[in-house]
């Protein structure tokens, strides 16, 4: 899996955010207090920015709907289905490195079968 040099820790002061560029992806660089953590930078609602996103704890609320994602682990707290994907950071010195893991495979699961009901039966 190809790790990437992103940034330096000065780079990003604590309880801000950051977008970086990882070949074609957009990601979201957070500071919370010193714990680095990088997600995807697209709300998955309208594609809003999340690195300028208000911080609370561990948790960063999309500016445009307020759509809240845990930074532990991408999952969005008020709505269900929604989440954005969480990337592994390390820290070198004063270098923060990311590492892009392969996307998954889609899943192939079928639709699920319709019956229509007539309501006069």
Not at 88 to 99: A, F, K, M
Request: hydrophobic share 35%.
């Amino acid at each position: 899996m190809p790790e990437f040099k992103i940034a330096r820790r000065e780079e990003v002061a604590p309880g801000e955010g950051k977008t970086v560029r990882v070949e074609d992806r957009r990601i979201a660089l957070f500071n919370l207090q010193g714990d680095f953590v990088a997600i995807d930078d697209a709300c998955p609602h309208m594609r809003a920015d999340l690195s300028s996103g208000q911080i609370e704890g561990r948790t960063v609320t999309c500016t445009w709907h307020g759509w809240q994602f845990d930074l532990d682990t991408g999952k969005c707290i008020n709505v269900e289905w929604a989440k954005v994907r969480r990337y592994p950071i390390r820290l070198d010195g004063e270098d923060i490195h990311l590492t892009v893991e392969p996307d998954p495979e889609p899943e192939d699961k079928p639709f699920p079968e319709i019956v229509w009901k007539d309501k006069t039966d």
